[in-house]
């Protein structure tokens, strides 16, 4: 079974571009979780999304953005890059937020590193 | 104050000995994460626990819900543990996981 994957591996931007990062879940899961770690500040939850919708957001601005496909791959969109966006991104999946499923672990990606110059 | 706090945040241990790794935390959780990260950022989870306790080989992990702390344990402990342990707890029913700041651990031969 193919694991949670994540393109690109590096991503080098310049201040003020856009970045695209792409996610694809374990076959079967719905529910796809995006991770900022950025150096000396350890892992930050960015984005939850389950059947297509945004379900939580962790405290990023608006910059920070994506969306979930319906074959539930995902997106995450970082507008208008700053220097401080430079850090590992992670993304994580588990089969859905539903209560029959609350006790399913999330299976993680190895992280797109965005560097931004 | 963060709301899962991991001790020690450095470690390092002769090959062979046995390893704790402590996390505390201060929300309602409905699980608590334990993830292995290696140089480069793959993450592995570990375990998933609620409560009592889960082996996996060499492996221990415990929770105390009550006492809101977490222990992991590595027995006879080898190089290739070298890695950044991280604690999380899934907060409540948000599903979002709330990381400790991790463990580097060095094991030497």
């Known amino acids: 079974e193919a694991g949670v994957t994540q393109s690109p591996t590096h991503l080098i931007k310049t201040r003020g571009q856009q970045a695209t990062l792409r996610c694809s879940p374990i076959?079967?899961?719905?529910?796809v979780y995006w991770y900022q770690q950025a150096l000396g500040l350890g892992l930050q939850f960015l984005l939850w999304?389950?059947?297509?919708?945004?379900?939580n957001r962790g405290n990023f601005p608006p910059r920070f953005s994506g969306r979930q496909f319906p074959n539930y791959s995902s997106e995450l969109n970082v507008n208008a890059l700053e220097l401080e966006d430079s850090a590992l991104y992670l993304c994580?999946?588990?089969?859905?937020?539903?209560?029959?499923?609350?006790?399913?672990?999330?299976?993680f990606g190895d992280g797109t590193r965005l560097s931004i110059l | 104050k963060n709301e899962v706090e991991q001790s020690p945040q450095n470690l390092t241990a002769q090959e062979g000995e046995f390893i704790t790794i402590n996390c505390s935390y201060s929300?309602?959780?409905?699980?608590l994460h334990w993830l292995q990260q290696h140089p480069g950022g793959g993450i592995v989870s570990l375990f998933m626990?609620?409560?009592g306790k889960k082996k996996h080989g060499r492996l221990i992990a415990t929770i105390n819900i009550q006492e809101k702390h977490s222990s992991l344990h590595i027995t006879a402990s080898h190089p290739r543990d070298s890695a950044v342990y991280i604690c999380?707890?899934?907060?409540?029913?948000?599903?979002?996981?709330?990381f400790g700041t991790g463990t580097l651990l060095a094991v030497q031969p």
């Open positions: 994580a999946s588990s089969l859905g937020p539903h209560l029959e499923y609350s006790n399913q672990p999330q299976h």
């Open positions: 999304y389950d059947e297509g919708e945004e379900r």
């Open positions: 626990l609620s409560s």
């Open positions: 076959s079967g899961h719905t529910s």
């Open positions: 999380a707890v899934r907060a409540g029913a948000t599903n979002k996981l709330i």
């Open positions: 929300v309602g959780i409905s699980a």
